[in-house]
Structures are given as structure tokens and as C-alpha cells.
């Protein structure tokens, strides 16, 4: 017996520790009949996932808090579209305001403080209209992280709500 334990390597694992669950959003591996992972929220996948669990019975959700986490998913992905919305439109006006600041340098003729007084004005008005845009993008964040929070108390009450 303790010759066949000298002669495996440092690295073994026995076949009982290899079965771990994996998160599909963070990629770290959790407890091994969890459903969510508990950094993230997102669902987790058995590895291996040829083999299934003995005697396990489906979890019966109830209808209010499917309907509850479809309303929440869609509001996340409305954040995120406005989200988009938001750094495009703030990327887009900051663009805007030094290419017109480069166009009135290069277009003006006389000296450097006079083309420079003339550059500053239109990157100065315009970008401070883009700062109203990172108002929303704050916001827009601020909305995000409170829906991640409620996803994943749902997700737990889905999950747990048989114990609790």
C-alpha cells in the first residue's frame, strides 16, 4: 500500500475533489452543489458535467420571483444600453470639442497666444457641456450595482427559499 502512495505524484488528486462547480462569469470555482455563485451572482456549471448529482430534485420556483428576476434582467440590460448611450454620447462630444479646437488653431492667422486663446474657447465650452453626460453615467452605475444587489438577493431566495 505505501509503495503505490510513494509512486504517484505530488499532484494527485483523488477523483473525489475534482468534481467542483465553476462560475461562468468569474471563472472561480465554488461549493459543488451551489447554483450562483457567491462573488458574482451568475450561474455556475458543474465540472465535469457528464455526471449528475443522485436523487436530485429540481428546485420549484415560484411564478413571482421568475417574473421578479425576467423584470430585473431586463431592467439591467436597459441600464447597460443607457449606459452605452451615455459614454458614447460623452466620447462623442469630447471629440467634437478638440476637433474644432484643432480646426480654429490651424485656421487662424497671427501668433501662438492668439491661436491658442481662440483654441481654448470652443474645447472649453464644449467639453464642459460633455461633463453633464458623467452626471449620468454615475447615475446610470449608481442604478446597475442596486439591480446586481437585487438579482442576487432573489437568486437566493430561489436558491435557499426551501430552507429559509
Known amino acids: 500500500m505505501s509503495a503505490t502512495l510513494s509512486t504517484q505524484p505530488k499532484s494527485y488528486i483523488s ?3 475534482t ?3 465553476k462560475c461562468k462569469g468569474c471563472s472561480r470555482y465554488t461549493d459543488q452543489h ?3 455563485c457567491g462573488e458574482c ?3 455556475t456549471i458543474t465540472v465535469p458535467n457528464f455526471a449528475g448529482l443522485k ?6 420556483v415560484e411564478p413571482a420571483l421568475a417574473a421578479e428576476l425576467k423584470e430585473l434582467d431586463f431592467n439591467m440590460f436597459r441600464q447597460k444600453v443607457f449606459l452605452m448611450i451615455h459614454l458614447g454620447s460623452f466620447l462623442l462630444l469630447n471629440l467634437t ?7 480654429c488653431y490651424l485656421g487662424v492667422c497671427g501668433d501662438e497666444g492668439t491661436k491658442l486663446a481662440l483654441a481654448l474657447i470652443p474645447m472649453f465650452y464644449i467639453n464642459l457641456c460633455a461633463l ?4 449620468y453615467i454615475k447615475g446610470t452605475k449608481n442604478e446597475m450595482q442596486i439591480l446586481r444587489q437585487k438579482i442576487s438577493r432573489i437568486r437566493f431566495k430561489i436558491e435557499y427559499g426551501s430552507i429559509l
Open 41 to 43: 451572482g451568475s450561474e
Open 19 to 21: 468534481t467542483a462547480t
Open 97 to 103: 470639442g478638440v476637433g474644432l479646437a484643432i480646426k
Open 15 to 17: 477523483p473525489e475533489k
Open 132 to 135: 453633464v453626460f458623467l452626471a
Open 55 to 60: 436523487g436530485h430534485v429540481p428546485i420549484k
Open 34 to 36: 451551489a447554483k450562483f
